[in-house]
């Protein structure tokens, strides 16, 4: 019995895979189970995976939150407010105080008759042409100042810790106040002004901290951190000499004050001897 079972089993089964449709219902059923299996594990995958996954720190949140102009301001060092360096030429200097006579007389603006300490650079093109006026650091536009002859046109980007760069004499200005620029982005061309118009087209350069002008030959390839490191002897130098000018003032005051208040005493001991004097004649 079990053999002739054996056989018709084996019968049909030969007969079912003679069947053409057999093969393909196979293929298919096995491609539906693998598609199933896929769905399932991406379905469930995220899941494990939030459950396992690091836990977000509030310091990794406050790093990426602040604003990468910022981040690339503090790191960034200072470059020249112009792209071709070697075309450009220094017309007027910043007029430094411990400068020699002949440096500080070479550093002057005359303008109405009158001699103006330079407070910042004026660039030049060696062909006299105008030029690129570029941003020397990033920075926010917080002015944009038009249609000024003076000094012909200016704008100002602020930076961080109370530094600004002003950017005199220029035109075809490109930025307007608000604007997020980036080191070494076009901002303006070089452009004239009657302040100093002796230099013909040029670019006047200012950097400033809390609106005290500073030399910028001493702020090039350096970060803001280190400028601010480099004025402080200065700083500190300055607040010292004044610190001596009003005292000594004051000293000159007191001693004017008490010579004043003496006098009227002296002139009225001499009135008293006057006054024996005629007392004993009569």
């Known amino acids: 019995m079990r053999e002739g079972e054996k056989k018709n089993t084996s019968q049909k089964m030969k007969k079912m895979f003679k069947n053409r449709w057999v093969f393909p219902a196979i293929y298919l059923m096995s491609a539906a189970i693998l598609i199933s299996g896929i769905i399932w594990y991406q379905l469930a995958g995220p899941e494990k995976e939030q459950v396992k996954g690091p836990k977000e720190s509030a310091v990794d949140k406050g790093l990426f939150d602040q604003p990468a102009e910022e981040v690339n301001s503090s790191v960034e060092q200072m470059a020249l407010p112009l792209k071709d360096e070697d075309k450009a030429v220094i017309k007027t200097n910043f007029y430094d105080e411990k400068a020699s006579e002949k440096q500080q007389e070479a550093a002057l603006v005359v303008y ?15 062909d006299g042409k105008t030029f690129d006026v570029t941003a020397a650091l990033s920075g926010k536009v917080v002015k944009v100042q038009e249609n000024d002859a003076l000094l012909g046109n200016v704008i100002v980007i602020e930076h961080t810790d109370g530094f600004v760069t002003n950017y005199q004499s220029v035109k075809d200005i490109k930025v307007a106040e608000g604007d997020q620029v980036s080191q070494g982005d076009v901002i303006a061309k070089a452009g004239k002004s009657l302040f100093n118009e002796k230099a013909g087209t040029h670019l006047h350069f200012e950097v400033r901290k809390d609106n005290v002008a500073i030399n910028p030959l001493e702020c090039f390839d350096k970060t803001v951190a280190a400028i601010e490191e480099s004025i402080k002897p200065v700083q500190a130098e300055e607040s010292t000499d004044q610190v001596t000018e009003e005292s000594t003032d004051k000293t000159k005051e007191e001693t004017t004050e008490q010579t004043e208040e003496s ?20």
Do not use: F, M
């Not at 009158?114 to 660039?123: A, C, E, L, V």
């Not at 001991?269 to 004649?281: A, C, G, H, L, P």
């Open 263 to 282: 006098s009227p005493g002296e002139e009225q001991d001499s009135s008293t001897i006057e006054n024996k004097e005629d007392n004993s004649n009569s």
């Open 112 to 126: 109405n008759n009158t001699y103006h300490p330079n407070t910042g650079i004026d660039y030049a093109a060696k």
